[in-house]
């Protein structure tokens, strides 16, 4: 098909459309890139909450907002990427502490760089912090 004709086309989208599908054209973009680092969505969630420190097993899945099985097997993908380690907490034998490790951090570090700059990602928004800014209003408002 012609590309102009496509344009026009899409110009004629109501933004309910355009915003569903910029959102599965990013969300694809970013699990090809997420797979090539043996990351996925889920796993850079629970990254992004082990970055400040160690956290519980059980905090993590409950800032993730999923359950502990969920949560073990990302952790135990994570692990197996290098990217965490689990240690029994010294304080409670019954709980797991799960620690970032330094290849867990340069892959979030390259994560939030490639999504912020790349302009196979987010990178070709311009104003990006007003662009999340805007997301997170339309998610929010009530």
Request: charged share 30%; net charge positive.
């Amino acid at each position: 098909m012609n590309p102009d004709k496509v344009r026009a086309d899409i110009r004629s989208w109501p933004t309910g459309r355009l915003l569903s599908m910029a959102a599965r054209v990013v969300e694809g973009r970013f699990d090809d890139f997420l797979a090539a680092r043996d990351l996925t969505h889920a796993g850079l969630i629970a990254l992004h909450h082990v970055a400040d420190g160690p956290l519980a097993q059980r905090q993590v899945a409950t800032l993730c907002r999923v359950t502990d099985q969920t949560m073990s097997r990302t952790i135990e993908r994570l692990g197996r990427a290098g990217y965490v380690e689990r240690r029994t907490d010294e304080h409670d034998r019954r709980r797991v502490l799960v620690r970032i490790t330094p290849t867990g951090r340069e892959a979030l570090a390259a994560v939030r760089h490639e999504e912020r700059n790349s302009e196979n990602l987010l990178g070709a928004v311009e104003e990006y912090e007003h662009f999340r800014d805007q997301l997170i209003k339309l998610i929010t408002v009530t």
